[in-house]
């Protein structure tokens, strides 16, 4: 393929809510650039960009999808990006390699709750945006009503650029605004229009509306200002260029409007993209963890790895972007984090799952290359000699853990090493060992997340596990005090066990933990013996005195004692301890925790009286709320063990508009009643087990 340099590559990231269109629209541009012969369709499960046999299946889109189209000279780096919550954290890794945001939003439905995440995500790191106005076919299709309601939920100066030719089922193309020219579509036609006349009875329109475009782009610009002033309008080639500037500052957000399905409009999307928004080049420079570096072939070569995936066949592919320099086809590239060099053989640019060999990549380029050693998702590489190191992007932190069990023997044996490929494509995930349950745990944004994972090890790695709700963290704490005696007396012939031990039982504070205070005096315990009767305290706390659960924050004075000089052991002053503190334990009133999760649920606000309701169902306690456009965000604080499947009762609540966030934040006590349920259910378990209670 052609080789394209910085200044005649767009990176651009298609954005919005689920079932906006997104990957349709990838299609409708690949077919109209000639890059595939058909445009292929979701529901046929043929999409360039939805390639992974889950997303086959599923009929969504998993993780972002890589293709390009080469466009009146250009070579336009398309980002299929999930729309739906529980995977939209895969946009925002997205967004760090793209230089414009290509908003889809549904004509019907307008701005929807993922629309404004998404959205946020571009802003953070300054991207320019253009809306796409997708399902200009459908009933109810309204241009003007996008426009209105980008305007009021992100509060910018949102512009339409084209005025749409017939209406619902009547829509055949539009009229753009800055060159006044007509296009006409065919019906699921090659997505190239045909020049026609303005209809006379949409003239008015027209002229309005291309007034209301001059107005926004001249105001961003003092000389344009000053000309329209003058002249009374702005002719095209400098409203063309004025528009340029605009978009590329953030101070305009154009929107073109088309159908995907049917293929209409799309040559004058792809064109848009071409001409006004802006190349890698022109975007000037990324930052970096001590500054920026320049976005330019002279000077080191810099790369930044922004996806990985992994292929049971092809092994690991890196996607990478070029940020200066040229990278070369078999350069050796330094990890600065691994501290390695990689070979960089056979280099090439994706269109889906298919890797097209090329010689080189200019810098602002995106590229892909297979099997590298130790190179990950977020990795800075370039010269040795030179570090520069790109910051990684922060995703929130996974909403939900489930405990995951291997179902054979053999599948428990492979499940760490299979699992680790599965987690280099998706950061969002997290795969670790609960220190207090002993459970291993899967964490993700939904239930639904964590068994395409489990799907993905039983296809691709014939690894079976199962999902089970993880067992709750409880502790254990005291509320009062206790002042006892522990001693362990033991005569058997010859040396026998002697140790004697006072101690005062206090509580802490939520998260102290625990504390131990000496204050023996007089030698009435030897100091040699002294750390075994913390020892013998502690290990008696973590097994529990109520259901087995380890007991926090309390407080141990050991103020008295006495010893033998032949019969006193270490061992004899830790089995002291322990019975010192079920003493205490007993009298000190002990009580159990749970675990409080901070809730963060947003949803349209239609759905917030009905969510609200359900959290205080959950024993939830309401925080506060924030209101973002049409949007709620519920702040609340819920018990984790009520929380185990909100995911799924969030998803019918709120048809799959709502998604959350939620993260430990501190213990509190169980409620007595619930308390008690806890506490005999674990009696009964360590009895079928044949444990001393």
């Known amino acids: 393929m052609k080789e394209y340099k910085g200044k005649d590559v767009r990176n651009v990231a298609i954005i919005g809510h689920g079932d906006c269109g997104k990957t349709t629209l990838a299609s409708a541009m690949l077919y109209t650039s000639g890059a595939t012969n058909r445009l292929t369709l979701v529901d046929e499960g043929n999409t360039v960009t939805d390639h992974d046999e889950e997303e086959i299946e599923r009929k969504v889109s998993i993780s972002t999808g890589v293709a390009f189209a080469e466009w009146a000279g250009t070579k336009i ?115 190239k229009g045909s020049e026609t006349s303005v209809p006379a009875d949409l003239t008015d329109q027209v002229e309005e509306a291309r007034t209301s475009l001059i107005e926004a782009v001249a105001e961003t610009d003092e000389d344009l200002m000053n000309e329209y002033f003058e002249e009374g309008t702005l002719e095209s080639g400098k409203l063309l260029a004025g528009l340029n500037n605009a978009v590329a500052a953030g101070e305009v957000v154009p929107l073109l409007c088309g159908s995907a399905l049917h293929n209409m409009a799309i040559d004058r999307l792809l064109g848009f993209l071409g001409e006004a928004t802006p190349s890698a080049v022109d975007r000037g420079e990324l930052p970096t963890e001590s500054g920026v570096q320049p976005i330019t072939d002279d000077g080191p070569l810099t790369l930044y790895v922004w996806k990985t995936s992994s292929d049971p066949f092809a092994g690991r592919v890196t996607f990478f972007r070029v940020v200066s320099g040229l990278l070369a086809n078999d350069a050796q590239v330094y990890n600065h984090r691994s501290q390695s060099s990689e070979k960089f053989a056979r280099i090439s640019v994706a269109q889906g799952k298919t890797l097209h060999p090329v010689a080189a990549l200019h810098a602002g380029d995106l590229g892909a290359v297979a099997k590298l050693k130790d190179t990950a998702t977020g990795d800075s590489l370039g010269t040795k000699e030179n570090e520069v190191l790109f910051p990684l992007v922060e995703l929130p932190p996974p909403s939900i853990s489930y405990a995951i069990q291997p179902k054979t ?80 007396k033991k005569q058997t012939g010859g040396h026998g066990q002697f140790g004697d031990c006072k101690i005062r039982v206090a509580p802490l504070d939520r998260g102290a933990e625990f504390e131990f205070a ?33 007991v926090v924050d309390f407080k141990v004075t050991l103020y008295d004692g006495s010893y033998h000089d032949v019969d006193s052991s270490e061992l004899a002053f830790k ?19 749970e675990p409080i999760m901070k809730v963060e649920v947003v949803a349209p606000m239609d759905f917030a009286g009905d969510l609200m309701g359900d959290l205080n169902s959950r024993r939830g306690r309401i925080q506060g709320m924030d209101t973002k456009g049409s949007t709620q965000v519920i702040h609340a604080e819920v018990p984790m063990a009520e929380m185990l499947t909100y995911a799924n009762d969030l998803t019918s609540m709120t048809q799959g508009r709502g998604s959350f966030t939620m993260i430990q934040g501190y213990y509190d006590f169980v409620p007595g009643q619930i308390a008690e349920k806890i506490i005999d259910a674990a009696k009964r378990e360590r009895s079928g087990k044949g444990e001393d209670e």
């Not at 230089?99 to 995500?121: R, S």
């Not at 003007?144 to 209406?167: H, R, S, Y």
């Open 77 to 191: 780096n398309l980002l299929d990006t999930p729309g739906y919550n529980i995977f939209i954290n895969d946009a925002k890794a997205t967004l760090s390699a793209a230089d414009t945001a290509l908003v889809v939003v549904d004509a019907v439905k307008g701005v929807e709750v993922q629309t404004e995440k998404v959205w946020g995500y571009a802003s953070e790191l300054g991207l320019p945006k253009v809306i796409f106005v997708n399902k200009m076919h459908k009933e109810r299709a309204s241009v003007d009503a996008v426009v209105n309601q980008v305007k009021e939920i992100f509060d910018v100066t949102a512009v339409a650029l084209q005025v749409p030719l017939g209406t619902e089922k009547g829509f055949r193309g539009v009229i753009d605004l800055v060159s006044g020219k007509a296009y006409e579509y065919q019906l699921d036609g090659d997505g």
């Open 575 to 593: 089995l002291a301890g322990s019975k010192a503190f079920k003493l205490a334990m007993s009298e000190a009133r002990p009580a159990l925790l």
């Open 409 to 488: 023997r053999h599948d428990e044996d492979r499940l760490s090493s299979t699992i680790s490929k599965v987690l280099e494509e998706d950061r969002s995930l997290n795969f670790y060992r609960d220190p207090q349950t002993q459970e291993f745990l899967l964490a993700g944004n939904g239930q639904q997340h964590l068994d395409i994972v489990c799907s993905k090890l039983r296809k691709r790695y014939n690894v079976d596990v199962e999902l089970r709700a993880p067992k709750i963290p409880y502790r254990e704490t005291i509320r009062g005090n206790a002042d006892v005696h522990g001693r362990h």
């Open 518 to 550: 000496d204050e023996i005096f007089g030698g009435a315990i030897p100091k040699t013996y002294i750390p075994a009767v913390e020892k013998g305290i502690l290990e008696a706390a973590a097994r529990g005195f109520l259901a087995g659960y380890p």
